[in-house]
């Protein structure tokens, strides 16, 4: 289900002349049937609208006198959202009998034209106050206070995110918490300006417009409107001819694939950093510990503790936190177990809120292999906001890999990468393009609209993931991630357990063992796939290509792209 929650507008929403007819509130009961929530969003003051409709009890919260307080029927709490009205202001204002005149808990109403008195009375009194208008309604409230950040604190009540909101409204107060919504509807009956911004606007007025849109969201979660819903599209890169090309939330599952040194984690990074920063909540499962230092994220478990789920749900249960579940203190034969565990329970929690918008499985092959069964229930026919990175699509289990319907293939042989996917999901594999692909170089596969990959140029991220600084410089990697300088006839055996430890080994050996490992790409493979820095692993192979350098400018070069990267011990 993708929309939980409902956020009404009451005067001309809901209500017609002040008043909600019983079909509009048998269809707000049928939200609530449907195991969604409600939520009413108005400009009246607590007290006014309790005296005029009497079924609050349908709502499970009220955001009144237009998001300065906060209502929860069930316990009959108020929660003042903003400070008490200037009573300097409200004495100015009877003093020239401005009439009709109302003040709530935060709030001053009066009508126009008495907006020119307002303005007059805020300036001479130096006042940091806003004035909001609904239709002939002048209200008087603290700056930054308005419907939207009323519907986030009522939001945050439930447990939910706007992602997972659909407002409707009428009138100008209305722009800023329909905005909000992931999906934004306006009534027949409401101003031309507002019906222009709206995702959706209803065929009939106030409370039967409601009531119409309330039967599609019960039938089918306005699967209808879904294609038209881009405007909280998140950008992916630019395409051949410059336009911009964008991933769909709520829609598409990735599969993330290439050879090592391809730029998996960067692009990543980067697609991550796009999702949280729209609001969308994301779970990143890290295997290899390759995101620990992803700012936007709270991370769980480090290379000596492993997470509990407990911790991960605990954190995901706010809607403005994302997660990085670092499974690095775990042995590879564990982890599967540890993500049959914890995958339901985030589905679970997917299913009451719609939240994590993003699951992010890296290192998929280790975590979901080809000889994995899982039930039904831990992989639903619809699984949409997957994320999977892994070097081997084809040592996916089949059953994740049907979910995907859109690859990124990247790394020095996209081609290949494709075919192993569709091979390996049962699909029919798409014409080779030939592509030859550059770091920050893509192709872009979404299955089932016809069209074959495309080449797009992906934004780079803000930060560049700091690698395991002091594990990977200094630390202690085991027999089966070190680098092992053997040479030509493998008459040696020098284990580098580290990066200091390989430049000190590496300027050590002899320059036919050094020749001999670079000709094979030794270097740049173990950086990909051991120290897990696809950038490092490319630039180290750019320089174990160039067949024309001598053992001591390879050994240069390559010293220095470490130290680029890595604050190396004295």
């Known amino acids: ?264 984690s960067t692009l990543t990074t980067g697609m991550l950093e796009r999702f949280i920063d729209k609001g969308y909540q994301a779970c990143i499962i890290d295997p290899e510990g390759d995101y620990e230092h992803f700012e936007p994220s709270v991370l769980l478990g480090t290379s000596d503790n492993p997470p509990a789920c407990a911790e991960a749900l605990a954190v995901l249960n706010n809607p403005r936190e994302s997660a990085t579940v670092n499974l690095l203190a775990l042995r590879v034969d564990e982890r599967p177990e540890f993500i049959a565990e914890l995958f339901p329970q985030l589905l679970k929690l997917r299913s009451s809120t719609g939240r994590p918008h993003w699951l992010v499985l890296d290192e998929a092959h280790h975590v979901f292999p080809t000889d994995w069964q899982p039930s039904r229930d831990f992989v639903p026919d619809e699984l949409y906001g997957l994320v ?69 140029r992906s934004i780079p991220p803000r930060q560049q993931l700091q690698r395991h600084l002091r594990k990977y410089a200094e630390g202690k990697l085991g027999e089966d991630r070190s680098f092992w300088f053997r040479g030509p006839d493998g008459r040696l055996r020098l284990r580098a357990a580290n990066l200091m430890s390989f430049m000190e080994i590496g300027n050590g050996v002899d320059e036919e063992t050094w020749l001999h490992h670079l000709r094979r790409g030794d270097y740049s493979r173990w950086i990909a796939t051991c120290v897990k820095d696809d950038e490092l692993a490319a630039e180290i192979a750019e320089v174990e290509k160039d067949g024309a350098l001598s053992a001591e400018e390879s050994r240069s070069l390559i010293s220095r792209a470490i130290e680029k990267r890595y604050t190396l011990p004295a």
């Open 1 to 264: 289900m993708r929309y939980h929650v409902l956020a009404c507008d009451y005067d001309g929403t809901l209500a017609k002349d002040g008043r909600v007819d019983d079909a509009t509130l048998a269809a707000l009961t049928r939200v609530k049937e449907s195991g969604r929530k409600l939520a009413l969003v108005t400009g009246r003051e607590l007290d006014d609208l309790e005296a005029n409709f009497t079924a609050l009890d349908v709502f499970d919260q009220i955001i009144a006198e237009n998001g300065a307080l906060l209502y929860t029927p069930a316990t009959r709490t108020e929660k003042p959202l903003a400070e008490a009205p200037s009573r300097e202001l409200v004495r100015w204002l009877e003093e020239r009998h401005v009439s009709p005149l109302s003040v709530g808990r935060s709030i001053i109403s009066t009508w126009t034209p008495n907006d020119r008195i307002v303005f007059e009375a805020i300036r001479e009194l130096g006042l940091e106050l806003q004035v909001i208008f609904n239709k002939g309604a002048v209200m008087v409230l603290p700056t930054g206070v308005n419907k939207a950040s009323g519907l986030m604190a009522a939001l945050a009540e439930m447990r939910l995110s706007p992602h997972n909101c659909v407002g409707v409204g009428d009138a100008e107060n209305d722009h800023a918490f329909l905005t909000l919504c992931e999906c934004a509807v306006a009534v027949a009956n409401a101003l031309p300006a507002l019906k222009e911004r709206a995702d959706l606007v209803t065929d009939a007025d106030h409370g039967a417009g409601v009531a119409g849109l309330i039967d599609r969201l019960v039938r089918d979660d306005l699967a209808d409107i879904g294609p038209k819903l881009t405007r909280h599209d998140v950008p992916l890169g630019t395409d051949a001819d410059g336009e911009e090309i964008h991933l769909r939330p709520h829609v598409e599952s990735l599969l993330i694939a290439g050879t090592s040194g391809g730029g998996k």
């Open 388 to 456: 999977l990175i892994t070097v081997h699509p084809d040592r996916v289990a089949e059953s994740v890999l049907q979910t995907v319907d859109t690859i990124i293939a990247i790394g020095s042989d996209p081609d290949d990468t494709l075919r192993l996917f569709a091979d390996a999901a049962g699909q029919p594999p798409p014409a080779s393009t030939g592509a030859k692909l550059e770091p920050g170089d893509g192709l872009l596969w979404r299955v089932s609209d016809g069209a074959g990959p495309a080449w797009f």
